[in-house]
């Protein structure tokens, strides 16, 4: 059986007295991310897991957190593990480049 990779995006909204304490717990976390945070309590994640199972139970934790007002998934790939090293190409051959909004 293939290993897979699983990526998502959550959208997390919370009370903005309680964003250090989440950006301490979600920092300590492996495979989460916080790419976006803002003053009013409303966070971009990005995590990587290994199920779906795992998914499941990250979105129940976050739901359950001091100050989470609401937690969603808004984007899942599932990902043939042996592959995630490769660059992604263009039909071109050029390498395809992201930016993230945000990031420097």
């Not at 990779?5 to 989460?32: K, M, T, Y």
């Not at 309590?41 to 499941?56: F, P, R």
Request: with cysteine; aromatic share 2%; net charge negative.
């Amino acid at each position: 059986m293939t290993e897979k990779l699983h990526i998502v995006s959550l959208i997390v909204h919370l009370r903005p007295q309680n964003r250090a304490g989440f950006r301490r717990w979600a920092d300590s976390r492996e495979g989460l991310g916080i790419e976006l945070d803002s003053p009013e309590g409303k966070l971009v994640l990005l995590a990587e897991t290994a199920s779906s199972a795992e998914i499941n139970a990250l979105l129940e934790q976050l739901q359950a957190r001091p100050g989470v007002l609401n937690a969603v998934l808004v984007y899942h790939e599932e990902l043939d593990a042996s592959t995630c090293g490769e660059a992604m190409l263009r039909d071109d051959g050029e390498t395809d480049l992201i930016k993230i909004v945000g990031e420097t």
